[in-house]
């Protein structure tokens, strides 16, 4: 039989997360997964993210098998709002969770996961699930009333197994355009000194490394009038907590790709159970010369690298920037909903709004739709 509980509990003491974390760990080890569900992530800065933290848990036969934490964070027409893995205030969800979702132990029934969305949509009006899957998406328009609150992104990925059987390697999974673009990038850079993939072994020169990342990476969209990622101050805090608290068992994997001593870009990636996630970049781009790409070129050599240590994805998660299509050859779609409760406030307003979009032609209430043609490139649709 299972049971799902939703309650409210502590972090105020380090007793009370090492308690947490423990039981999260146990957990961990039974699940698959995703890095952004691992207590590295979950547990980053815990305290200041969840400062009103709800978890949710659920047992099969009296054994665990699901645990997700949210945080209560109020909005105008929803008091009881839960978020799942974010703080639902803007300023701090930028360091953005994706591959999210509740945690569930390998072998766990399928009545786990409609039992874990069925408690929360009882127990508050509002829920926000960000960058889930659509299995998830699915399960909860079961347990209740589901809406987009945002449009759902593809998040193309490389399947290096399949690539690790091909003479070619990752060239293997380019186009005929993309190979020839990358050739010739890899000669004019390889024309500098010879490229090499350095990866940071201590913290010390993993921040070094972050600190150029974000340099290249603020010079990048500056140039476009966008402020970065890197322009709050939150943002570097909890990435320098998290290099600090993964690096040592190999969660973190922070590459600086040159060509003699030029670097060409930095990577900022996770690895957890056999899985590259491409968080962030800087590329050093330089004016007036298109075919140099450093950004095919750098996550070429990661690929090429992971391939060679065995590792199983190299996921560029979400967005559809024409470099991550174009070196893709797998992939999934991600979604971020709300699950809403009947007869509430959020839920009467959002159907109001809803039937006027309905009226207008535009979409409400979620409903799968069919990926773009590059969504559907990158995911092999």
């Known amino acids: 039989m299972v049971r799902a509980s939703l309650s409210d509990i502590s972090l105020a003491t380090q007793a009370d997360?090492?308690?947490?974390?423990?039981r999260w760990r146990a957990l961990q080890g039974r699940a698959d997964g995703?890095?952004?569900q691992s207590w590295s992530w979950v547990g980053c800065l815990v305290e200041q993210r969840f400062p009103r933290p709800a978890l949710l848990e659920a047992t099969e036969n009296g054994v665990p098998v699901a645990l997700a934490l949210f945080n209560r964070h109020p909005t105008r027409?929803?008091?009881?709002?839960?978020?799942?893995?974010?703080?639902?205030?803007?300023g701090r969800d930028t360091i953005f969770v994706e591959?999210?979702?509740v945690l569930i132990a390998r072998g766990a029934t399928a009545e786990v996961l409609p039992a874990c969305l069925l408690i929360m949509r009882r127990l508050?009006?509002?829920?926000?699930l960000s960058g889930v899957d659509a299995a998830l998406v699915e399960a909860a328009g079961r347990a209740g009333y589901v809406r987009p609150r945002r449009w759902p992104q593809a998040a193309p990925a490389v399947d290096l197994r399949r690539l690790r059987r091909e003479a070619d390697g990752h060239f293997a999974a380019l186009s005929a355009n993309t190979r020839q673009q990358l050739r010739r990038a890899l000669r004019r850079y390889a024309a500098r000194g010879p490229l090499a993939?350095?990866?940071a072994t201590t913290c010390a020169e993993a921040f070094a490394f972050l600190d150029a990342l974000a340099s290249l990476h603020q010079q990048s969209w500056t140039r476009r009038g966008q402020p970065g990622a890197f322009a709050a101050p939150w943002f570097r805090q909890f990435h320098?907590?998290?290099?600090?608290?993964?690096?040592?068992?190999?969660?973190?994997?922070?590459?600086?790709?040159?060509a003699g001593d030029d670097a060409i870009g930095y990577l900022y990636n996770f690895c957890f159970a056999g899985r590259i996630s491409a968080y962030q970049s800087g590329f050093a781009y330089e004016a007036g010369d298109a075919q140099l790409r450093p950004g095919l070129v750098c996550h070429h050599l990661a690929i090429t690298r992971a391939i060679a240590e065995g590792l199983d994805t190299y996921d560029f998660l979400a967005g559809e920037d024409r470099y991550k299509t174009s070196l893709a050859n797998d992939g999934q779609v991600l979604h971020?909903?709300?699950?809403?409760?009947?007869g509430t406030p959020a839920w009467l307003a959002t159907r109001a709004v809803d039937a006027l979009k309905a009226a207008r032609g535009r979409p409400g209430a979620y409903c799968p739709a069919a990926p773009s043609r590059a969504i559907a490139s990158a995911i092999g649709a």
């Not at 508050?124 to 926000?128: G, L």
């Not at 971020?336 to 009947?342: D, F, G, I, Q, S």
């Open 17 to 22: 997360r090492a308690a947490l974390e423990a």
């Open 34 to 36: 995703s890095f952004f």
């Open 77 to 90: 027409l929803a008091r009881n709002t839960l978020w799942l893995n974010e703080t639902g205030d803007p």
């Open 99 to 101: 591959h999210n979702g």
């Open 124 to 128: 508050a009006s509002r829920v926000v």
């Open 197 to 199: 993939v350095d990866r």
């Open 240 to 258: 320098r907590e998290l290099i600090t608290r993964g690096l040592p068992n190999g969660e973190i994997d922070l590459l600086r790709v040159r």
């Open 336 to 342: 971020w909903v709300e699950m809403l409760a009947p």
